[in-house]
C-alpha cells in the first residue's frame, strides 16, 4: 500500500483484498501446539438453506472479536466453523423447488429425492459461508464441516446404538406433536406458542341413569377450544374431592353424536376453580389427557389423519378438515341442545416454529430419548458453576425446562437428515439396532431386513457439535487438545433446542463439559423495535449494508451498546456514525504516515517525552486495562465504547492536534513521539 494512504476511506477496495491475504497466510488455522494455551469456540452452523440476517452478524461479530481477542493474547484460538443440514427447512426448499418443476416428492422416489438435496447442498450449503467470509469471519475455514459428512454421520450412528443399548433411547407409542402441513413429528422446543383469539364452548353431556339411559336433567358441563375432539373422548373427569360431583363418582355420560357412554373418573390434574370443574379426557389428542388415561387404563381413540383431516373414527365427520367438522359438530350439538354458550376466549396456541400451522397432538410410535437421568448433569453443571450461564438471568429459563423436562421425540417422518439405524425383519418383525444392517434377523435367521424410513431430529446432531467436528468417536489429538471448548456465542431463542442438549450430550458421550461458558446475544429489531421477518417486510440485509458501508461499519454497529441477552435496535443513523469513525480511523492513520515519510521510527526516551506524550500513553494504559477487563467479562459493548471514546476524543480531537504545532515547527517532524 505505500506509507501514504488515499484521501478517503473505502473499505470496498481494502476489505476484500485484506480477507484474501489473511487467507493466503493462513492467520485463522489453528495446529495443536502443546506450548500454547488453546483457546476453542464452535460456530452455531447456519442451515445450508440460510442467507446471513442480522442474527448471524451479530452472533459471528460477536465470536470474531473474542477469538481475536484471545489470538492477540497469544492463545492458540480456534473458531471452529461448519454447516448444518438442517432437515425440516432443507427439505421444504427442495420440495418447493420440485413442485417448480411439475414434480412431486413421492413420485421422484428417496433415492433420486436424496440426489437432488445433496445437488442442493453443493449448490447453497457455501453461500452463506461465503457471506460470513464477507463480514470478515476469522474462522479456520481448513476444518470446515457439516452436520452430515461422513465424520458426523460416523458419531450420530455411534450415539444412537450406544443410548439405545443403555436404554436411553427407545420406541413407543406417546403423544407427540405432529406438523400437518410437514407431516412430521417435531420435538417440543419446535413448537411456538402464540396467544390467538378464540372461542370456549361450553358443552354438557347427559349422565347416564341407573336404567342405562342418559338423563334429561342431569349433566356434566365443560368448555373447550377444540369441540372436534370429543370425537376420541373416552372419560370425563372430575377432583376426588369435589362435592359438587361426589354422586357422580363410579358413573358415566354418553358422548353426543357418537353416542358411546365413557366414565366419570376422578383425578388431581382436574382444577375445581377452573370452570364448572368438569374435563373431558382425549387421551389421543391432548398431552395432559394422555397421562390422565395411562393413569386410568382408557382408550386411545385417534380421531385425526396425518393431514389434519378427521378419519374414519369420526363417523359421518370422516374426511372433513379439523376446522370445518369443529363447525359442523358445534352446529350438530346446537340441534340437540347440548350447547350450552360460546365465549370469546384468548389463548396460546401451539404452532410449527418452521411452517407456522396449528400443531395437532397425536398418539403416534416414534423414537424417544429418555430425559430423565440424562438431564441430571446438565442441571449440576449450572447449579454448581461448572458452566456460566451470561447473562445469570437466563438460569431461570434454563432450570425452568429442565425440571419440567419430558422424553424428547427425535424421529422425523423426512428423508433429508441422518436415518435412523433400526432395522426391521420382514419375517417375524424383530427389530435391531446397529451400526449396519445384519446380514440375517438375530432372532429367526430370515435374510430379508428393511432399514427404518424415519430420519433423526437435526437437533440430535447438532447436539455433539462441539466434540464431532474435532473427530469423536476417535480420541483424536485435536480432540484431546481443544476440548472442552471455551465460550459458546449464541441467541436465547435456541437455549431448548442446542444448548441444553450440547450440555448433556458432553456429559454423556465425553464425560465433560462441552463449553465452559454461554454468551446469549438478544435479537436484532428495527428501528421500531419490530422483530424482522418476512411478513413484516422490515429485514434488513447485511450484505446490502456492508456494500454501501463496509463490514466494520456494520460490526461496529451491531456491537456498540451490546449487552448480553439483550435485544437491540437496528438504525441507519447508527452505521453511518460507524462508517464516520472508521474514516477518522483512516484519516489519523493517514496523518500519521504522511508525518512519518522517510523518517526513523525508535522509541523515544523518557525524559525526550512531552507531558501530553505522558498524558496520551497514561490514557492508553488505562484504556488497555480496562478494556481488557471488560473483555474477559464479555463486556464488549462496554469495551468498544471505550474505545471508540478514546480514539475520537482523546487521540484524535485532542493529542493530534496538541501534537500539530511540533510536527510543523520542528526540524525533526515524524520522529517516534509523533
Known sequence: ?????????????????????????????????????????????????GQLHMGHALDNTMQDILIRFKRMQGYNALWQPGTDHASIATEVKIIEKLKEEGIDKHDLGREKFLERAWEWKKEYGGRIISQLKKMGSSCDWDRERFTMDEGCNRAVTEVFVKMHEKGYIYKGARIINWCPVCNTSISDAEVEYQEQAGHLWHIKYPVIQEDGTPSGTEFLTFATTRPETMLGDTAVAIHPEDERYAHLIGKSVLLPIVNRVIPVVTDTYVDREFGTGVVKITPAHDPNDFEVGKRHALPIINVMNDDATINENGG????????????AIVEELERQGLLVKIED???????????KTTIEPLVKEQWFVKMDELIRPA?????????????????????????????????????????????????CGEVTVAKEMPKVCPKCGHTHLTQDP??????????????????????????????????????????????????FSGYEHMGEKPFKTVLFHGLVRDAQGRKMSKSLGNGIDPLEVIEQYGADALRLTLITGNAPGNDMRFYYERVENSRNFANKVWNASRFILMNMEGKEITAPAADALEPVDKWILSKLNTLVRDVTDNMESFELGIAVQKVYDFIWDEFCDWYIEMVKPRLYNSDEIGRAHV
Not at 476417535?474 to 437455549?495: A, C, N, Q
Open 454 to 503: 424415519d430420519t433423526l431430529d437435526t437437533w440430535f446432531s447438532s447436539a455433539l457439535w462441539p466434540f464431532e467436528t474435532l473427530g469423536w468417536p476417535e480420541r483424536t489429538e485435536d480432540l484431546e487438545y481443544f476440548y472442552p471448548t471455551d465460550v459458546l456465542v449464541t441467541g436465547y431463542d435456541i437455549i431448548f433446542f442446542w444448548v441444553i442438549r450440547m450440555i
Open 379 to 427: 442441571v449440576e453443571a449450572v447449579k454448581k458453576g461448572e458452566i456460566r450461564l451470561i447473562p445469570e438471568r437466563m438460569e431461570k429459563t434454563y432450570f425452568n425446562w429442565t425440571d419440567n423436562i419430558r422424553d424428547w421425540c427425535i424421529s422425523r417422518q423426512l428423508w433429508w437428515g441422518h436415518r435412523i439405524p433400526a432395522y426391521y425383519c420382514d419375517e
Open 345 to 355: 376466549y384468548s389463548h396460546n396456541v401451539g404452532t410449527h416454529d418452521r411452517c
Open 1 to 49: 500500500m505505500g506509507r501514504e494512504l488515499a484521501k478517503t476511506y473505502d473499505p470496498k477496495g481494502i476489505e476484500d483484498r485484506l480477507y484474501e491475504k489473511w487467507m493466503e497466510k493462513k492467520y485463522f488455522h489453528a495446529e495443536v501446539d502443546h506450548s500454547k494455551t488453546p483457546f476453542t469456540i464452535v460456530i452455531p452452523p447456519p442451515n445450508i438453506t
Open 316 to 327: 359421518k365427520y370422516a374426511g372433513m378438515d379439523r376446522y370445518e367438522a369443529r363447525k
